[in-house]
């Protein structure tokens, strides 16, 4: 009950509704073990539904029936696609007499948080390509650079967390088919489409990033953001059998019949499945196209309104996932934070965060535009955002809050109503911000200790 609403949940790209039916199916089935396939053979069936068959069918028609997706073997992605690639890389190695110990994959800065603890817990290193000023995902040309023999793979995002922003595949594919020519490697690609893999055949179709670039060997996706499922389904699909080492699939048969299974965990429900399926049937590639076409339109109507105020700049891309990520332009009087703890008296749950290494110096704002995010509710959303302008500007900046409020603590005589003793009050406030915003100074240090530190989180 004290919970937030998710309807308003403006930070997850999680599906958070989806129609009677289908909650109705989910209810109906969730007793259901996945991995019990011969026991639920039906919903084994379901597993090979329409999109990876759609999918694989980017990679030509003599290849269409060999692709093997992750709707038959779902996993925590991305450890099984992270794995696939490690193993043949190593068994690559090991074949031509070479050490394969030190293994590495490249990545922006911008990477989600899985792939960092696929490095970390499967022993391989992070090389990660750091963002610069104004462009915050991975740059192909210095990807490329980063590649060595020990290189798994290069992994590029189809939808930045942070912004939303598609990664060049194209480019970054055509780069590393001149290196590899230049060098005899085999470095290839994975993409993560989690939120892009619904976003890009629907909304961009002309665009290549898939399986139409040789280099592209695997693609994973959430079926649980724009496949419009709730938590948590997603899968991978592989170009061919091939680049998915049988070794790595274990069959067992003391559920009735062999099966086969490539995941880190076993049991698992089975409603995700089926509802995804169902959403399938449901809607039709003409159901996900007018869905993703009305997200857009919502995306840039936000855009709009959120320009008009005349105080953000806009950081999310036309090409790339239907958000808005917005950063003020002129922070010396207040802060994104600020702005995300006081939408919340509206209901309204918007993140507030830094850009990845080398552009933490840019704080923003995200709205995810999903399914049920109407234009009632960008248009209400705008309103609360100047809304909430509009009660800061009216209050002295944060920092100046929070010194005066030590003064106070510190002098009891300053809590009286007079208004000689509020001058004295905002002359000593202002003589300590001044020393506050005195770069590089010891008496900034003791300043920042005495007032600020004991009003905030502790960081400073």
Request: aromatic content about 10%; charged content about 25%; some cysteine.
């Amino acid at each position: 009950m004290l919970d937030g609403n998710p309807r308003l949940n403006l930070a997850s790209f999680v599906t958070t509704w989806m129609e009677p039916e289908c909650d109705k199916l989910i209810m109906g089935s969730l007793s259901k073990n996945y991995i019990d396939m011969d026991e639920y053979p039906v919903t084994t069936e379901l597993q090979g539904g329409p999109l990876p068959e759609g999918w694989s069918s980017r990679a030509g028609p003599n290849q269409q029936r060999k692709a093997r997706g992750l709707l038959a073997f779902p996993c925590v992605m991305p450890m099984c696609e992270g794995l696939a690639f490690k193993r043949k890389w190593q068994n690559k190695r090991k074949a031509e007499g070479k050490s394969y110990d030190k293994p590495n994959i490249v990545t922006g800065a911008n990477v989600q948080v899985c792939w960092e603890k696929f490095a970390r817990y499967f022993e391989v290193e992070l090389k990660d390509v750091r963002l610069k000023k104004d462009y915050y995902v991975m740059d192909p040309y210095e990807a490329v650079e980063m590649v060595d023999e020990n290189t798994i793979c290069v992994c590029a995002i189809l939808g930045s967390t942070y912004n939303g922003e598609f990664e060049d595949v194209k480019l970054l594919n055509d780069l590393l088919l001149k290196k590899n020519k230049k060098t005899g490697w085999d470095t290839q690609i994975h993409v993560d489409a989690a939120s892009g893999g619904f976003i890009a055949p629907f909304l961009f179709p002309e665009l290549e990033w898939d399986f139409r670039l040789p280099l592209v060997k695997s693609i994973n996706v959430s079926g649980h953001k724009y496949g419009l499922v709730y938590p948590g389904i997603g899968w991978v699909i592989w170009r061919t059998k091939q680049d998915l080492p049988e070794e790595l699939i274990f069959h067992v048969n003391y559920l009735g019949a062999d099966q086969p299974t490539f995941t880190l965990n076993f049991s698992k429900g089975a409603s995700q499945v089926i509802a995804q399926y169902y959403q399938l049937i449901r809607l039709g590639y003409e159901g996900y196209k007018s869905i993703m076409e009305n997200c857009q339109a919502n995306a840039k109507f936000l855009t709009e309104g959120i320009k008009k105020t005349g105080r953000f700049d806009i950081l999310s891309k036309d090409i790339g996932v239907p958000l808005v990520a917005f950063s003020l332009k002129d922070r010396s009087q207040h802060s994104e934070y600020e702005i995300a703890d006081n939408l919340r008296r509206f209901g309204w749950i918007v993140p507030a965060y830094t850009m990845a290494p080398n552009a933490e110096d840019v704080s923003l704002l995200r709205v995810v535009i999903r399914e049920d995010f109407s234009r009632t509710l960008a248009d209400r959303l705008v309103e609360d955002i100047k809304n909430v302008l509009k009660y800061l500007d009216a209050r002295p900046p944060h920092i100046i809050e929070a010194v005066t409020e030590a003064l106070v603590e510190k002098d009891p005589s300053l809590k009286s109503p007079e208004e000689s003793k509020l001058d004295v009050i905002k002359a000593k406030a202002a003589s300590a911000v001044s020393a506050l915003l005195e770069p590089h100074s010891e008496k900034s240090l003791r300043a920042w200790k005495s007032f600020a530190l004991p009003k905030t989180n502790g960081t400073c």
